[in-house]
């Protein structure tokens, strides 16, 4: 237990660059605040550079951190996700007081944040886990948040947390999300949104490169057009940018010169497991996750590019095509965050969270990585269907998807054709028309299951469950009675 001064509203402690700058995003509201970093040479350097852009308290240890803070005390962690995260838990823990806050702002996995409020809560101190997204700009100009955690600590930060929030519509992106994991648990399957938004910009890019002939500019001006549209979003826009940049060494576009290699911190991988673990099909985020997996291999694919075949060069598509890859882009689209926000109701229901999915599309409208227009639409859509099982199943995302199946079902085929791989394309339509299939082939997956394993069926012409004795006499007998 530490005597405070109490002249920092807030404390964030872990100064690289995102809680450097939630940190200046909260000073410029205001609020008086106190900044500590394990190094105290960089919280000299952050007081030397941003030291007059407010009320800054810098602690060379954390005892004079705390110190600092009022009571109850607030303080962000803003570290690298796992270890040690709870390696500062566990240094704070000694010099806090009853009723103190300590809020993981990192991407932290869910499960952990349910334990940490566990822990935390032996203490008597309150843990939350909010997932903040927006990059480095987003941080300091206005993140989206999804806090979790005990409400009455919620309360305890809320002023402060919808101050440095993006605002759109007058209405700021950080709403309490749920207890415990659930901010966590919504900011994974953001990220996991994220990877099937980059996967299928990464498509589109790939085949009006290598289907329609086309150059990075040119490409580049398309994405601008698309940006116009229905597909309006923060990843649209900057892929534009992305793709227009000149690479300053060879004078040829930048995007030609990067290696074709792509990373990922694990959100993507977390958010594929849980939804497997759910029973939930979450074929675009995953095909995701999996393409990066494949993007890695770079050694093998370049053997293999050489040695095994692919189909005859095809001509040039012609400009039609470039507006198909508009609608497939989009009805893909709008299948990954069907699948994304079905995870998330599923998960609210297995852990008791109540998530209010029309407030979580509310708050993706500004300040986040996946920032897009059409999550208005699914906003209203939750608004207007709380209990929705499928966004299909909204009328204006059944029309948009009914309109551009056409021109979907082009692409792949084309693109099959071609030898272009497209797994996120080519798995959102599965996906489609999987789900609209009032009788798919699963009787047979259930046939062959009893034949081998007495798995037992059900029928469709009466209850219970039934087993075929296969290897022996072949009647049917019923197993539940
Ligand atoms: C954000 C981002 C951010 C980051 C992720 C994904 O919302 O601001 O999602 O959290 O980009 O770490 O990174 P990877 O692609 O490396 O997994």
Redo the contacts with the bound molecule.
């Keep these: 237990m530490t005597q405070s001064t109490g002249a920092s509203r807030i404390g964030v402690t872990g100064l690289a660059v995102m809680g450097a700058n939630l940190a200046r995003n909260i000073a410029r509201r205001g609020v008086p605040i106190a900044v500590h970093n394990r190094t105290a040479a960089r919280t000299k350097e952050f007081i030397e550079a941003h030291g007059d852009e407010g009320a800054f308290t810098a602690a060379e240890s954390l005892e004079d951190f705390v110190a600092a803070l009022e009571t109850p005390r607030r303080i962000i962690v803003m570290v690298k996700a796992g270890p040690p995260v709870d390696g500062v838990i566990s240094e704070l823990t000694p010099l806090l007081d009853d009723g103190d806050i300590i809020i993981d702002a990192g991407?932290s996995h869910f499960r952990d944040t349910k334990r940490r409020t566990e822990e935390c809560a032996t203490h008597g101190l309150r843990f939350m886990g909010i997932g903040v997204?927006?990059?480095e700009e987003?941080a300091l100009l206005g993140p989206s948040i999804m806090p979790g955690g005990d409400t009455h600590a919620y309360a305890e930060v809320e002023e402060i947390l919808t101050s440095i929030a993006a605002v759109v519509d007058g209405t700021p992106c950080c709403v309490h999300v749920g207890p415990d994991g659930a901010g966590h648990y919504v900011k994974m399957v953001?990220?996991g949104i994220?990877?099937a938004d980059i996967q299928l910009i990464a498509e589109a890019y790939d085949l009006l490169t290598h289907v329609a002939g086309l150059s990075a500019p040119a490409i580049a001006t398309i994405f601008e057009e698309w940006n116009s549209g229905d597909l309006e979003s923060f990843l649209i826009e900057i892929t534009a940018k992305v793709l227009a940049k000149t690479d300053e060494r060879s004078g040829g576009p930048l995007v030609d010169v990067i290696l074709d290699q792509a990373?990922?911190?694990?959100?993507?991988t977390w958010t594929a497991i849980d939804a497997l673990n759910l029973g939930v099909p979450l074929t675009g985020i995953t095909e995701a996750v999996f393409a990066r997996g494949l993007s890695s291999l770079r050694d093998e694919r370049s053997a293999a590019s050489t040695a095994l075949a692919g189909p005859t060069p095809a001509g040039q598509a012609d400009a039609s095509f470039v507006d198909d890859i508009r609608q497939a882009l989009y009805a893909s689209k709008v299948v990954a965050y069907a699948q994304g926000f079905a995870q998330m109701r599923a998960a609210s229901i297995a852990e008791g969270w109540d998530l209010d999915l029309g407030a979580m599309a509310t708050i993706w409208r500004g300040g986040?990585?996946i920032r897009a227009q059409f999550l208005n639409r699914i906003r209203d859509a939750y608004v207007e269907h709380p209990d929705l099982d499928n966004l299909l199943m909204v009328p204006y995302f059944t029309e948009a998807v009914a309109n551009a199946q056409d021109a979907w079902r082009r692409v792949v085929a084309t693109a099959t054709a071609q030898g272009v791989p497209i797994p996120a394309f080519a798995s959102s339509l599965a996906y489609y028309d999987g789900y609209r299939r009032e009788r798919g082939p699963a009787n047979l997956i259930q046939g062959l299951r009893d034949y081998f394993g007495a798995h037992t069926y059900k029928r469709i012409d009466t209850a219970g469950s039934f087993h075929t004795r296969w290897g022996q006499d072949g009647t049917e007998v019923r197993t539940d009675i």
């Design positions: 991407n997204s927006g990059g987003g953001h990220n994220e990877y990373g990922q911190k694990g959100t993507g986040c990585i």
